[in-house]
């Protein structure tokens, strides 16, 4: 349970669309730990909203072990481990959230939850317990374009995290082919690249980090040790994911944080669109005459269901409108 966090916890959220591999991740670090019986207690609430999960987590990365892998990797950073030292234990908590493309939830629902999480954490008035240590953003390197959905995503994140937050952000590629598919791995590194240069460039000139997530342990664990700061003793400064310092700090309704008032946007966006094919397909049932009745059904089922999403998106659009009170005050 959230009340159950203390300021020990080294907090570190995983984000990124559906399918980016964010549990896939999180089970990696935590099935290795499960074999060396070093769980601590389970914080993984029953639902599967953002769901959390504590272990004690032991340094376990030897000096030659990621450095080999990431030598022939000149984009990412270099992970500069010092020399064996005595393990160092923390208790660190990885949170899972959902993707601003959810098939249960509205964008909207997902902003709520991920809000509702962010805050209950933190706690106002006592300084020093349960900040965010450090976000990782996943995203699938096998993606041939960077479609809306991933787009959206990416947005909504920089939103939510805010620019001071950059500097503990790891951007992490999922999903790499094996080192012996020689073309599809060059792909994916110009794939890379473009990431780097195009749509993660601002982030990285702020500061955030890129890595690969490679499946193994070892991997997810040094990106986890570099983003937390668990060596350097960085994790205590003041640094705040922008959404927490809007809801709890400035006591802002969602609407009125950067992420409410970006996702608003994006809704007025979708329900023009949603109007616009609900139009179209009026037409074309209008002009059906002589088309046989699978195809009618058909046109007649799609267009019963456009409009169902625009009603959410409608009332989401209505929630997000920052009441005149709001906007006074904020
Ligand atoms: N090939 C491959 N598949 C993966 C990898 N990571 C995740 N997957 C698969 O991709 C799918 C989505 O992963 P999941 O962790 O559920 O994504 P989430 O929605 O971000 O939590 C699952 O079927 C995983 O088994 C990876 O590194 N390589
Ligand atoms: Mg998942």
């Given amino acids: 349970k959230v009340e159950d966090l ?30 060396n019986n070093e769980v601590g207690h389970s ?27 990431l030598a022939q990797n000149p984009g990412n950073v270099h992970l500069n481990h010092p020399s064996a030292q005595p393990e160092k234990r923390s208790s660190l908590v990885l949170v899972d959230t ?28 006592q300084n020093t317990p349960t900040r965010i240590s450090g976000i990782l953003y996943l995203h699938r ?8 959905t991933v787009l959206k995503n990416f947005d909504m994140f920089q939103k939510l995290c805010g620019t001071d937050f950059y500097r503990r952000v790891a951007l992490v590629t999922t999903m790499w082919p094996d080192e012996s598919d020689k073309v599809t791995l060059s792909e994916c590194e110009r794939r890379e690249k473009e990431l780097e240069e195009n749509y993660w460039n601002v982030m990285i000139t702020m500061g955030s980090h890129v890595y690969r997530f490679t499946k193994k342990a070892e991997s997810a664990e040094g990106i986890i040790n570099e983003i937390a700061g668990l060596e350097d003793g960085k994790r205590h400064d003041e640094l705040r994911v922008e959404i927490q310092k809007e809801i709890v700090l400035q006591q802002k309704a969602i ?16 329900v023009l669109r949603q109007n616009n094919l609900m139009t179209r397909l ?18 007649l089922s799609e267009f019963i269901r456009l409009r ?14 920052e009441s005149w009170m709001g906007r006074l005050f904020h």
Wanted: glycine share 6%; net charge negative; charged share 30%.
């Fill in 282 to 299: 009026q037409t074309e049932m209008k002009h059906s005459a002589g088309l046989d009745q699978a195809v009618l059904d058909e046109l």
């Fill in 43 to 69: 914080l993984r609430s029953a639902t599967s909203e953002v769901s959390s999960l504590r272990i004690t987590f032991k340094r376990q990365i030897s000096r030659s072990q990621p450095s080999s892998q």
């Fill in 308 to 321: 169902e999403e625009r009603e959410r998106s409608v009332r989401d659009m209505s929630d997000l409108k």
């Fill in 255 to 270: 609407p009125s944080t950067k992420a409410g008032r970006h996702l608003h946007g994006l809704t007025e966006e979708l």
């Fill in 6 to 35: 203390t300021c020990n916890d080294v907090i570190v959220v995983v984000m990124g669309p559906t399918g980016a591999g964010k549990s896939t991740f999180i089970q990696t670090v935590t099935d290795r730990h499960y074999d």
């Fill in 98 to 125: 959902p993707g601003f493309d959810d098939t249960e939830k509205s964008d909207l629902e997902v902003l709520k939850t991920i809000a509702e999480w962010l805050k209950k954490v933190c706690v106002p008035g």
């Fill in 141 to 148: 390197i096998t993606d041939v374009r960077i479609s809306g």
